[in-house]
């Protein structure tokens, strides 16, 4: 068991955690991060769909040895949870996502990385060293931007691509259009860097024009018109022309066989069906954090339909809303064969950089054992439907 100095005294859970991030956030920064969709009741759903259930315990079993590593992209993950790509993390921290790689090389808990980060894929690659480390893409219009950022994975040593699909528009997010949001000009887009930027001067020495805006896609009422100029999250990120017979077959023919291909924001079972239809290497089960479409079904309470819907024949993520080891059991429990967490990692950034992110990875892992051996399990094959009760409005238990 742990000993009292092993624990930061002032950040016992991912809770304190987020108080304290939510004191050192400038107010842009922390609306941008923690912010869902309109009134935002997908994404309190999102926490609270953990608290529909309880976990039941089995005793007189010995956990005196718990194991709680899987194995994912090759690699020994050391609990069942990877770090979930989150945007411009530099806001949080100078560290940054170099902060993050470092943290989850230490932890042994593999990262994904945002396109829209603030430090390069290479460098995050070259930090993370032998950690594994998988790509969340947006499929932009002019696929070139994003054929190359796939190349540029590839020979990194990415694992996989984690396509987000479920931004055909970006969601409303009141508090980022009142702050009128923008990442500050002494950061970067790190991936597009060389593309947005120009050269200081033109061939007769004179300083350059100056460059055109970005302009998102738009819809001019007889056509779709593409988004245009420099590759910026608001203008570039959406993208409502994606199909599944369009654009899967073409991200697999870009990625395979060096990297999986997976399919991030499938949020029903229809969707998953055609997911391994097209032939995807898996599925996370997300809604971009509450984020998207405000009214959707949290994450967990989407999980088993879609669990049910593939059968085992892929493997199945998850993530939104979980804050405790508890909830990573609970997901387990449902289905899940691994979770992702965003906004705990974002806050430990905020409150020591990179150490604030191995400790935030130190409580939700300490809590993930802990709870398994309390439930009476030694290994995550062990976590089943058969530890979790559901209640309902009334109070009532159901067995699942």
Known sequence: MATSNEHDLKCLTIEELERHAHDLMDKQTR?????????????????????????????????????????????????PLGV?????????????????????????????????????????????????????????????????????????????????????????????????????????????????????????????????????????????????????????????????????????????????????????????ILALHHGVDGIVVSNHGGRQLNGALATLDALPEIVAAVGGKIPIHVDGGIRHGTDVFKALALGADFVWIGRPVLWGLAYKGQTGVELALKLISDEIRLCMALAGTVKVSDITKEYLVKIDKSGFVSRL
Not at 53 to 66: C, T
Request: hydrophobic share 35%.
């Open 31 to 79: 609306d941008y991060y923690n912010e869902g969709a309109d009134s935002g009741s997908t994404l309190r759903e999102n926490m609270t769909a953990y608290e529909k259930y309880r976990i039941r315990p089995r005793v007189l079993r010995d956990v005196s040895a718990v194991d709680t590593t899987v194995n994912i992209f090759g690699h020994k993950n050391s609990v």
């Open 84 to 272: 979930a790509p989150t945007a411009m993390q530099c806001l949080a921290h100078s560290d940054g996502e170099i902060g993050t790689a470092n943290a989850c090389k230490k932890a042994g808990i593999v990262m994904g990385l945002s396109s829209f980060a603030t430090k390069s894929l290479e460098d995050v690659a070259d930090a993370s060293e032998e950690n594994p480390n998988v790509l969340q893409l947006y499929l932009f219009e002019d696929k070139e931007h994003s054929r190359k950022l796939i190349q540029r994975a590839k020979k990194a040593g990415f694992k996989a691509v984690f396509l987000t699909v479920d931004t055909p528009f970006l969601g409303r997010r009141n508090l980022e259009i009142r702050n009128q949001f923008k990442l500050p000009p002494h950061f970067k887009v790190a991936n597009f860097a060389d593309e947005n930027t120009g050269p200081s001067e033109d061939s007769n020495g004179r300083p350059p024009l100056k460059r055109r805006s970005s302009q998102a896609g738009y819809h001019d009422g007889e056509k779709w018109v593409s988004p245009t100029g420099p590759v910026t999250f608001h203008s570039h990120a959406a993208n409502p022309t994606l199909t599944w017979e369009k654009d899967i077959d073409w991200l697999k023919s870009e990625c395979q066989p060096e990297m999986q291909v997976w399919v991030k924001g499938i949020a029903t079972g229809d969707d998953a």
